[in-house]
């Protein structure tokens, strides 16, 4: 009986508080303006040719609820959110029904988003799975229902969603899907257009009719199952010939959505623009986007990887003389995941790392000839600890390298001795000097890639090596306007040297190593599987750990950074590692195709000699193989140089 007291007690008062926190919501909201829903999202984006490449809510034709086929409204409510009229927002049985299948299946199978809930979403909000974007979400939900009726809100949902191929709002897609007015849509043709807006890219029956006609089946199921209709009425309805009338635009890009995101995020960074001005009002956002680029980085991402692979990428081409991007994927399939790996993402960079480490070499005096020997080396330092790094396998040349024999073969044990000669705090300040801004530890194996970097912070600090010394900012927004034209913001490109650029000559012609056939020797150079394809002459830099894979490589007007990897971090299969490459590869030749070279012009004070490349020793008539290197005036290699082991012997013994 005492139980029951107190908990009848403990009853009442979450009642209590329940209640007061309920009557304080309901003051508070009916004291705060009626949220705003009409100019929601009507924002512009631009490309680099000011053609119009994404209008949100700008290319809605609205229609009147009443003037929307009762199909439509039927088949939206019972696939999307059956308990719709019942709920105030958040369906709570639905909620903790997808949650439970959710923790028994050990994954996220499962939503349970009301229409209201991705009426916010689609009005306010990015994509980003994160704590504050759901409750953002969930407070925009709360002001959207206590503001709007619910035929309020089914009518915004139904004139906003994306239905596909640019097609945003029923009426614009019961006209461009088969080119009849949304009140006059049959039960065939309003269950094949509900189903589209879960994936537009694959449900799309312009795109693939099997699985949209799949999709209709669940469509027309959910009506049966909840005696909206028969069963009879759901086979003729299935059984029915679509006329379609719309085509598939053959520059329709389904990686898009990545690059709109990356722009929406830059956009929230720029102080000059009211969070409120974004949220409410019309923009014209200029972007750097280059559809042309998009297009091949979007086709050599799908023509290499496998459709049922569920590894991931993440890509951006960019001019690396201002830092503007042309083209950017965040992910494999936008529709299947929204993360942005481009620029949410950091992951260990792997022997990408190297070429930081290799310009401060260049900076202290090394030159490309420098030489250590390629041996199995431990490291012992005085605090009794040691330091065995491997090259990749294990393989070792057991003789004196020059440096861009190492940056050829990626070699471990050269870029540590290089490190530990320096001084830990060299590559540490090279790259920041570059942009870097990510922690980077004063370990010996820093060069190597152990700490994670982001893709956009790694192609900045690579656009320094391309544009022969200025530091850029990876940027995607040229200007913004407001809609009656006024300039908001305008991108300005400060030019800031912080590197020298005959070093970086230098250091750019080292990097055609990774594939030039006339580096073979005890190993093979990283990229050499590649070099038959290569028809023009880029710097490259390849980066490989248990779980990423990296390239990133340029000329003077292009820069492409790809990686390929596990969100879960699940070990790179064998095969998995070609994935990067390839699409490195494809991009920069898609992107060249027709066009000539553009590299680099030789500096007044290089002096270019003649050399035997693994050694980096001058050529003799002896040698088979003799390869021209660059060098600062002066500082020319001969035969009498040290293998730079002695020196550094003496340098790790203090």
Known sequence: MKFFKSFGKLLLLVIGIY????????????????LEIGDANNILLYDSNKKLFFQGNESKQWVSLKN??????????????KHFYQHNGFDYLRIAKASMINISQGKTTQGASTITQQYAKNLFLDFDKTWKRKWEEMWYTIRIENDYSKDEILEGYLNTINYGHGMYGIENAAQFY?????????????????????????????????????RQNLVLSALVQNNIITEEEKEKAYNEELNLVGKKDEQELSTVMYYHDAVMKELEKIDSIPRSLIDTKGLKIYTTLDLNAQTILENSIKDTIPTTSTVQVASVMMNPKNGAILALIGGKNYNESSYNRAIDSKRQVGSTMKPYLYYAALENGFTSSTSFTSEKTTFNFSNNQSYTPNNYNDTYGNKPISMATAIAYSENIYAVKTHLFLGEDALINIARRVGITSKLEKIPS????????????????YSSFANLGYQVTPHLIKKVEDKEGNVLYEYKNPKKVVLNK???????????????????DYNYPTAIGIAPKITHKYALKTGTTETDNWN???????????????????PLKPSEYKY??????????????????SWYEVPENISTVLVEPISGKPATDSDSKKKPMYFIKGT???????????????????
Do not use: H
Not at 19 to 34: E, N, Q, V
Not at 502 to 519: E, H, P, V
């Open 552 to 570: 990133i490589g340029f000329n003077s007007k292009l820069l492409t950074a790809v990686w390929v990897g596990y969100d879960d971090n699940t």
């Open 68 to 81: 929307i086929s009762q199909y439509v409204k039927d088949a939206t409510i019972y696939t999307e959110d």
């Open 446 to 461: 820093l060069p190597l890639g152990t700490n994670e970097i982001g893709l956009l912070e790694m192609a900045g600090g």
């Open 19 to 34: 209640l007061i926190f309920r009557g304080g919501l309901f003051i508070y909201l009916k004291s705060t303006p009626t």
């Open 636 to 654: 020319e290699p001969s035969n009498a140089d040290l293998v730079f082991d002695e020196i550094f012997k003496e340098s790790t013994a203090t």
């Open 178 to 214: 088969f080119n009849k007015s949304a009140q006059d849509l049959s039960l065939a043709e309003a269950s094949m257009i509900t189903g589209i807006p879960k994936s537009p890219s694959n449900y799309s029956p312009l795109v693939d009719f099997e699985t949209a006609k799949k």
């Open 502 to 520: 005959s070093l970086c000559f230098i250091l750019n012609n080292m990097l055609t190593a990774t594939y030039d056939k006339d580096y073979i």
């Open 580 to 597: 990067s490459q390839n699409i490195w590869l494809n991009s920069m030749e898609g992107y060249f195709k027709d066009k000539e070279d």
